[in-house]
């Protein structure tokens, strides 16, 4: 297991490799092109031009290892999948084959009592976020990988992702103006407008912060695992080498399993909260016009 090298550790071989090979043409480029742009709109990161934040950005570190490790992850899901689906058979399934489809009807089961039957339209990027997740967390497991939600900046632009893709729906299903009209909550009488206003208020923030709470729940989990695996392995090696890491390391697999499962959780229950059947929209407009019609 490893950490950042901002926390005293060194990044696994893999990252090295490739800006050995690649680092210097891709700082020279954000340098050029892509820093001036940042430097333009947010100013300096750090003292110097050549600071992200405090930390000095060179050729060595061109290249993020939380990017190469979560491209890694994007693969790594990919390979999974495939291997263990095989070749699919009705008559003599695999193992792996058994092990996907539980994962698959469970995950479907979840879709269906939290969004609703309707919501199976959302299944792949459900799934893609539980996988994805999934895989990335558990690589801080094994030798030679980090897991790239140990790092804020990759748990930051999942929880964008996430509100991004939930708030589209909202929009394409209910109208730009129907998504807003569901942060003010039930419909009050005409007389509790000040009610009704700080309820959309208080939602709207409430909506708005989600990417920070999805980002730092799930950044701070992994990276609070692998700090407690590293403090306490170094504590008295004879024994924690050997007996403690095995202990450890089934904790953080129960760690990353059950934080792939609550942002997926949250997720639906986001897109959950803006999406409705189609058959419920069909209703209320019928319920309107009903008495035009009575009285024609």
């Known amino acids: 297991m490893f950490l950042s090298s901002e926390g005293g550790h060194h990044e696994p071989l893999i990252v090295?490799?490739?800006?050995?090979?690649?680092?210097?043409?891709?700082?020279?480029?954000?340098?050029?092109?892509?820093?001036?742009?940042?430097?333009?709109?947010f100013g300096y990161f750090g003292t110097t031009p050549e600071q992200v934040w405090g930390v000095a950005y060179t050729p060595e570190n061109a290249v993020p290892w939380y990017t190469i490790m979560f491209a890694?992850?994007?693969?790594?899901?990919?390979?999974?999948?495939?291997?263990?689906?095989?070749?699919?058979?009705e008559d003599d399934p695999s193992n792996g084959q058994l092990?996907?489809?539980?994962?698959?009807?469970?995950?479907?089961?979840?879709?269906?009592?939290?969004?609703?039957?309707?919501g199976f339209k959302?299944?792949?990027?459900?799934?893609?976020?539980?996988?994805?997740?999934?895989?990335?967390?558990?690589?801080?497991?094994?030798?030679?990988?980090?897991?790239?939600?140990?790092?804020?900046n990759v748990t930051f632009a999942l929880g964008i992702t996430s509100f991004v893709y939930y708030n589209y729906i909202g929009i394409s299903e209910n109208g730009l103006f129907g998504h807003l009209k569901h942060f003010a909550g039930p419909k009050l009488p005409g007389y509790m407008?000040?009610?009704?206003m700080l309820?959309?208020?208080?939602?709207?923030?409430?909506?708005?912060?989600?990417?920070?709470t999805l980002g730092v729940r799930l950044?701070?989990?992994?990276?609070?695992?692998?700090?407690?695996?590293?403090?306490?392995?170094?504590?008295?090696?004879p024994i924690t080498h050997f007996v403690?890491?095995?202990?450890?390391?089934?904790?953080?697999?129960?760690?990353?399993?059950?934080?792939?499962?609550v942002f997926t959780l949250l997720s639906m229950i986001y897109i959950g909260e803006v999406s409705h059947p189609h058959d419920e929209h069909h209703d209320e407009e019928h319920a309107d016009h009903a008495p035009a019609a009575a009285h024609a």
């Open 16 to 41: 090295e490799f490739i800006n050995h090979y690649i680092g210097e043409p891709v700082y020279h480029f954000q340098m050029a092109y892509t820093r001036p742009i940042w430097v333009k709109l």
């Open 72 to 89: 890694i992850a994007c693969i790594l899901t990919v390979v999974a999948i495939n291997l263990l689906k095989g070749k699919l058979s």
């Open 99 to 118: 092990t996907l489809e539980a994962a698959y009807l469970a995950l479907r089961d979840m879709v269906s009592s939290i969004i609703g039957p309707h």
């Open 122 to 152: 959302y299944f792949p990027v459900v799934a893609t976020f539980a996988f994805l997740i999934l895989i990335s967390n558990l690589m801080g497991q094994f030798p030679m990988f980090m897991s790239p939600t140990a790092s804020v």
């Open 193 to 196: 407008f000040l009610i009704t």
């Open 199 to 212: 309820i959309f208020v208080i939602e709207l923030i409430s909506n708005g912060i989600r990417p920070l």
């Open 219 to 237: 950044f701070a989990n992994m990276y609070s695992d692998e700090q407690v695996f590293v403090q306490i392995t170094n504590l008295y090696p």
């Open 244 to 261: 403690v890491p095995l202990l450890l390391t089934l904790l953080g697999v129960f760690v990353a399993a059950v934080q792939a499962f």
